[in-house]
């Protein structure tokens, strides 16, 4: 699985367990800003925990907190893979 | 002089606020528990303070309306005010946003950072000593849960002061960062086993079955406390302590006449029977301490539990998906939990949505489709004699009409509801104080609500029979209440009585003997037709009259609909 990691995909088909840093957030200046509060900002370091079936919220963390957002938020997110998490 | 207490959501504010006025506001392990602003009195060097216990909000540049009103509350702040920041201590990059920006507006601040106790446990060690060199404002550890901290809190904040700390803008996530890395070491260390809980309730695999397992073991342990509870303790009590007083008491009176008939009620067979006598003081005080009070406690307990522990916002996850349709999301369904204790507070929490639709959507279905626990106590009494699929009946027939009725409703609102974006706190093990302390407060609210609606409906009924009134309205009524709803004339008197309190409506229904399917029907229709007084002035408030007036109609049509089809289809 190795050669995932370098990959830009977006934080909605990023895999649970899948450890990355914010490359990207496109969406606009007002979804910035609410993301921006709540720490989803270019550089943060990140990992995906779960995922749901049928386009449902993805749960992401970075440090100590934990952050759900919609399946099409996430889509908005771009990350680039820095490591595996099995 | 006020103090203002601000920081993220759910980092404690309330129980900050709990500590320093001893008032007591409602607390939960989730974000947007406080939605409106609190005001309290604490005592500070002797003098009279104010102090307010501002809505959660991540950036002084708002995104929604709770951040609005604490944005608001901040602009509004005179020269001696003061501003308690409330920090999480395991999240201190995240909390600093906030404080950094506070700390521009030049306002003398104390930041008090709380959960000081999770720190180490995971494994985060931070050096106050050069937080606070850095920030130049006080920074005090605390607990506000067990109340460590909490007075040197208070000796602090008479050094508040504006902060000298100066930065650029364009540079604050680094600045942040620096900070950070300043004072806070972090050692690494293994997961927990609530942090593999929490990671397990929010993967479908096994966040499903969780989930199930959760609902399922609260249902059961409700009914189990419930019913344990009127048929060891309140039905006893009632029967052999309170009825012999009652049987005297009527002597008293002379057994009967109009004044008799108030307060005792009609004896059946020379003794008190609560389901049918309806006197003030026999079924007036049944109804909500015998029957309701039981139910409504073990709800109390199994729902504050769920709440403290944190697993409402992991259930919020689960059912996103299926809220979607509803267009609703996730957290919609915390005012929906809610409801099924009372529907005021369900209709209150539908603020934790973003839009006017979702908080038109929400509050409908709910005040449609979710029966409070003071309907579903005396429908679980009445029913269930009938057998318990009987009353399974009325929920899934519920159930169905909530999920139907979103549905037409998110293609039928106009515009769009937005996703889910929420924090997902950790799972905390409640603190058994304060969890009693939070049933002990919703019971409290729950007894000044009901005793004197109740006896006020009891009343009424006593009226309504006196005056011939309720003979009246049912033969203008009869052509619906009997040929649609297949329920007897006098049945009408529930559905007045109901608008007054509905629990009581429900206990209108046993002197009439009606039949398993006739109660379904009543049940169903009670639960339906219209929100009691105490809801629909919430709904008046939190839509505004035309919203609410639109809101009835559905009630009133879906209701009709859905009684007249059980009537066809039950046999």
Not at chain 2, 7 to 11: E, F, K, L, R, T
Not at chain 2, 59 to 63: F, G, R, S, V, Y
């Given at each position: 699985m190795g050669n995932t990691i370098g990959k830009r995909i977006s934080l909605a088909r990023m895999r649970a367990g899948q450890k990355g840093k914010i490359v990207r957030v496109s969406g606009g200046h007002g979804l910035a800003r609410r993301f921006e509060a709540l720490g989803?900002?270019?550089g943060q370091e990140i990992k995906k925990i779960s995922d749901q079936w049928m386009r449902g919220p993805v749960l992401l963390q970075h440090g100590n907190s934990q952050v759900a957002l919609g399946f099409g938020m996430a889509s908005k997110v771009l990350v680039e893979i820095t490591g595996e998490n099995k | 002089m006020k103090i203002l207490l601000m920081?993220?959501?759910?980092?404690g504010k309330s129980a900050v606020f709990n500590r320093l006025t001893g008032a007591n506001v409602i607390i939960s392990n989730y974000a947007g528990t406080t939605v409106e602003f609190t005001k309290g009195i604490m005592r500070l060097a002797g003098q009279q303070v104010e102090l307010i216990d501002v809505p959660g909000t991540y950036?002084?540049?708002?995104?929604n309306k709770a951040e609005q009103i604490a944005v608001e509350m901040l602009n509004e702040h005179t020269d001696d005010d003061v501003v308690v920041n409330v920090v999480e201590s395991t999240n201190l990059e995240r909390s600093l946003n906030l404080t950094l920006q506070l700390l521009k507006h030049k306002i003398p601040t104390v930041v008090a950072l709380n959960f000081w106790d999770e720190t180490k446990h995971k494994g985060i060690s931070i050096d106050i000593e050069k937080l606070e060199n850095i920030l130049k404002v006080p920074c005090v550890p605390i607990c506000a849960v067990t109340g460590e901290g909490i007075n040197q809190l208070v000796e602090r904040i008479k050094e508040a002061k504006p902060s000298s700390l100066e930065y650029d803008e364009q540079e604050k996530w680094h600045e942040i960062g620096n900070i950070v890395e300043n004072v806070q070491t972090i050692t690494h260390r293994h997961h927990t086993l609530l942090e593999k809980l929490s990671d397990a309730s929010v993967k479908p695999i096994t966040g499903i079955p969780i989930a199930v397992i959760m609902l399922f073991l609260a249902f059961k342990l409700i009914r189990f406390i419930g019913e344990g509870l009127i048929g060891y303790v309140c039905e006893p009590a009632f029967e052999k302590l309170w009825s012999p007083m009652m049987l005297k008491l009527s002597n008293l009176l002379g057994s009967e006449g109009f004044v008799h008939d108030l307060v005792i009620g009609h004896l059946v067979e020379g003794q008190i029977d609560y389901g049918q006598s309806f006197g003030l003081l026999t079924t007036g005080l049944f109804v909500p301490l015998g029957a309701v009070l039981p139910y409504v406690f073990a709800f109390y307990l199994v729902l504050s539990f769920l709440e403290d522990f944190g697993y409402l916002p992991r259930l919020a996850i689960m059912v996103d998906t299926l809220m979607h349709r509803l267009g609703l999301h996730g957290l919609a369904i915390v005012p929906m939990l809610l409801g099924l204790g009372c529907n005021v507070p369900g209709v209150l929490s539908t603020?934790?949505?973003?839009t006017r639709r979702e908080r038109f959507i929400s509050a409908t279905i709910l005040a449609i489709g979710v029966p409070c626990a003071a309907l579903q106590a005396m429908v679980v009494g009445l029913l269930g004699k009938h057998g318990m699929a009987r009353v399974g009946i009325v929920y899934g027939t519920l159930f169905i009409v909530w999920l139907i009725l979103g549905v037409l409703l998110n293609h039928i609102v106009k515009g769009r509801s937005p996703e889910i974006f929420v924090e997902i706190p950790p799972y905390r093990i409640p603190y058994f104080r304060g969890l009693s302390k939070k049933i002990w407060i919703r019971m409290k609210w729950f007894i000044k609500e009901a005793v004197p609606f109740v006896l006020l409906g009891v009343l009424i009924v006593n009226l309504l029979y006196t005056f011939g009134i309720i003979q009246f309205v049912g033969e203008i009524t009869a052509p619906v209440v009997t040929r649609v709803l297949g329920l007897p004339q006098e049945a009408v008197g529930a559905l007045i009585v109901g608008f007054l309190r509905k629990d009581v409506a429900v206990g209108m229904l046993?002197?009439?003997?009606?039949t398993a399917k006739q109660l379904i029907i009543a049940s169903v229709v009670l639960a339906m037709y219209f929100p009691c007084v105490a809801t629909f002035t919430t709904l008046v408030k939190e839509l505004g009259v035309v919203d609410m007036l639109k809101s009835a109609g559905i009630m009133l049509i879906s209701s009709l609909v859905v009684g007249g089809l059980l009537n066809l289809v039950l046999t």
């Open positions: 989803i900002r270019q | 920081g993220n959501p759910n980092v950036t002084l540049d708002p995104t603020r934790i949505l973003e046993i002197p009439l003997g009606l």
